[in-house]
């Protein structure tokens, strides 16, 4: 069992993350004694769908235990009214409610108990937390989910990861009507990890309408399959652009959806998943660090930009990832015109694919690979760490 960084509130909370991430295997390593309900049996589906208020019965029968898992809870999400006034009823019972999907929660309007659980999210492997088993060209390719990496084949798990999540999620919830045409999106999709997706172009190639492919994307981040970027343009005095970027959650996953062949560039494929790596390692820290802080990207019109911009209680930190083993005076460009703009900036980090650690223009240049090894939620974004 390798130690994640996450916590456990003491409180009840919800645990989001996306399948293979790990959620049942630490939380029955957390709470061995807990009482179990599992909304991945069919069975189980039927009966409290049919009578949500069983819950209460089924709570009343529990001797041994006041820690309750409800595991994929939006499967059936009108069971979080009743859990909502058990809670309330303050009998002790302490609810670890999971999911992979935030869709259909969404979809029945129904609150995430008004606050009384507190909302956690669980992401694929840090750096940190694999410590020598840690292999960058291997996470560049394979990623971090702890499914793939431990599996007998984790090659093929990988690629059956996102038709797993099609057949399960899409196509069995009736998310699409076409799954042929949500496939292909997704294909398409890949070339905009790293990237402001345009809308028009992905609905021109896919042959389907802009709002088909507007709905897709959000089909994706509710499943948690990926997340978007905003622009940082607090007090900006050059005009910034208005579109968001997107990364899948997962460099592996990127990679199993992504292309390749000979009129595809390796290295334009390489930049974007380690890109990716970082992002998922930084949303990572900053929900284990309680979501204090805002996870940004920067771009002007005139083409100047910043990959990564972290502001919040934490500090003010400007990350760029560049797939290099040798730097060039045109890769500090954009930190540069950063701080320039922002010199309350606290750190200007260029992570590149070297061994050596510098400074140079107040830019700090660090290995990408000692960056994710060392980032954890104890620490700030200090380049002195690194």
Not at 156 to 173: A, G, N
């Amino acid at each position: 069992m390798i130690p994640r960084i996450f916590t456990p509130p003491k409180t009840s909370f919800f645990l989001f993350g996306p399948r293979g991430t790990g959620k049942t295997t630490w939380i029955r390593n957390c709470f061995p004694d807990a009482a179990w309900i599992n909304f991945l049996r069919t069975d189980q589906v039927r009966r409290f769908s049919a009578r949500p208020e069983f819950l209460s019965e089924w709570l009343a029968m529990q001797k041994n235990t006041k820690t309750i898992v409800i595991d994929e809870i939006q499967k059936v999400p009108e069971l979080l009214s009743v859990v909502h006034d058990e809670i309330e009823s303050k009998k002790g019972f302490h609810f670890i409610l999971t999911g992979s999907s935030a869709r259909k929660i969404k979809r029945a309007n129904v609150d995430l108990l008004g606050g009384r659980a507190l909302l956690k999210t669980l992401h694929p492997f840090m750096a940190h937390e694999l410590g020598k088993e840690f292999n960058l060209p291997s996470a560049l390719t394979k990623g971090l989910l702890p499914v793939v990496l431990y599996a007998e084949n984790p090659d093929e798990t990988l690629m059956s990861y996102v038709d797993l999540y099609i057949r399960e999620e899409v196509q069995m919830e009736g998310l699409v009507r076409n799954i042929g045409n949500f496939s292909r999106f997704l294909e398409a999709l890949s070339f905009s990890h790293g990237n402001v997706i345009n809308v028009s172009e992905t609905a021109r190639e896919c042959e389907v309408e802009r709002k088909v492919v507007s709905n897709y994307i959000q089909i994706v981040e509710d499943l948690l399959l990926g997340f978007r970027l905003p622009v940082f343009s607090k007090r900006a005095k050059r005009k910034t652009i208005t579109h968001e970027k997107f990364y899948f959650f997962d460099a592996g996953v990127y990679r199993s959806l992504r292309p390749s062949g000979p009129l595809d560039r390796p290295e334009e494929i390489d930049g974007a998943a380690l890109e990716g790596l970082v992002a998922q390692h930084l949303r990572a820290w900053n929900a284990y660090r309680g979501e204090k802080n805002r996870l940004c990207y920067w771009r002007t019109y005139q083409q100047a930009e910043v990959d990564f911009v972290i502001y919040g209680p934490d500090g003010f930190c400007a990350i760029e990832a560049k797939n290099t083993a040798r730097l060039r005076p045109a890769d500090y460009s954009g930190l540069k015109s950063f701080k320039n703009e922002y010199p309350e900036c606290q750190a200007a980090i260029l992570l590149y694919r070297g061994k050596q650690a510098f400074k140079t223009q107040e830019i700090s240049c660090i290995p990408c690979e000692d960056f994710l090894r060392q980032l954890t939620s104890s620490r700030d974004l200090n380049p002195r760490y690194f």
